[in-house]
């Protein structure tokens, strides 16, 4: 049974840091690309990061230079580090597994339950 567990939310102030992991047990964790995703109230959930098993990595562009992807393949954890937070990053924050970049880009095989995260301004 493969799991992903979020943790690492919470409530921070604007611009402030947040470092999200997410724990997976059940699949081969080296071989999966792993991917942020996230939604905020009354949008659709949207693709923040992407990281490939061989770690090439994606951002969307209103992430880019604040958020970085990475992963622990011998701790099966990927990781979002998120600095310069705003009001408009709050959201709950999905961790998804995919079997290739487009399978988690387009319909993730696994998802977490979400951890949220609240900037305040």
């Known amino acids: 049974q493969v799991q992903l567990v979020e943790s690492g939310g919470g409530l921070v102030q604007a611009g402030g840091s947040l470092r999200l992991s997410c724990a997976a047990s059940?699949?081969?964790?080296?071989?999966?690309?792993m991917g942020w995703y996230r939604q905020a109230p009354g949008k659709e959930r949207e693709l923040v990061a992407v990281?490939?098993?061989?770690?090439?990595?994606y951002y969307v562009h209103s992430v880019k230079g604040r958020f970085t992807i990475s992963r622990d393949n011998a701790k099966n954890t990927v990781y979002l580090q998120m600095n310069s937070l705003s009001f408009e990053d709050t959201a709950v924050y999905y961790c998804?597994?995919?079997?290739?970049?487009?399978?988690?880009?387009?319909?993730?095989?696994?998802w977490g339950q979400g951890t949220q995260v609240t900037v305040s301004s």
């Open positions: 990281i490939s098993s061989g770690d090439t990595l």
């Open positions: 998804a597994a995919g079997s290739t970049v487009v399978v988690v880009t387009r319909s993730p095989d696994y």
């Open positions: 059940g699949l081969t964790f080296g071989s999966y690309a």
